[in-house]
């Protein structure tokens, strides 16, 4: 016996699958929305395909924004590397980085299947012979992956000139920059150490 019209468990089934929404709070904004007026999940509807549509990566540093270059693309010769997009916004929450970045696109793990070649490795060793790039902060989680890619990342991107610096451990330990609040984050970015 199915208790809900099929359109609701649809509707159910793909809200489940949004990050932190659980089978109970999928199934209690699925009624809230068949209830809700028509203008209103109508406009919901057509802010989150706006939203999806007008947000891009940006094609320099790989952060989310709606033009490209991205306003996180500053003058400088300061750059910091992260894992994701969202990163970027944890670090500028923080307020105390006034460099640009890079986005990785992940970490390297052999046991996942993910090599050297498949993160954005080669365009940032692009971005450094193009732009005037002084210090490199890796700025990635602190579990294994996050610290062997650092160290792969400072042996292949040293060269004359360029500092390659890591952010200070106090961050929560095996974790991503998300779950460090804005202070410890910030410290951890001043007291960055020179890696190698
Ligand atoms: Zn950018």
Redesign the pocket.
């Known amino acids: 016996m199915h208790i809900l019209p099929e359109p609701i468990s649809s509707l159910i089934g793909v809200l489940h699958k949004l990050p932190g929404i659980g089978p109970r709070s999928a199934e209690r904004i699925a009624l809230h929305l068949v209830q809700a007026e028509s203008g209103t999940v109508k406009q919901l509807a057509e802010t989150i395909l706006q939203a999806r549509e007008r947000v891009q990566l ?1 094609k ?4 989310l ?1 709606e033009s ?3 306003e ?2 500053r003058d400088g010769g300061l750059i910091c590397l992260v894992e994701r997009p969202v990163d970027i916004i944890s670090i500028e929450k923080a307020g105390t980085f006034r460099g ?2 890079h986005v990785l696109g992940g970490k390297i793990s052999p046991l996942d299947g993910i090599e050297p070649e498949d993160l954005s490795i080669a365009d940032l060793e692009k971005r450094l012979t193009q732009e005037p790039i002084k210090e490199i902060v890796i700025a990635l989680g602190t579990d294994v992956e996050g610290d062997a890619t650092g160290y792969y990342l400072a042996k292949r991107l040293a060269r004359p000139g360029l500092k390659i610096t890591r952010i200070a451990h106090g961050l929560p330990a095996g974790a991503g920059l998300e779950f460090a609040d804005e202070i410890t984050l910030g410290r951890a970015l001043e007291g960055r150490r020179e890696l190698l």
């Open positions: 940006c320099v540093c790989g952060s924004t490209s270059p991205c996180f693309c640009k970045y």
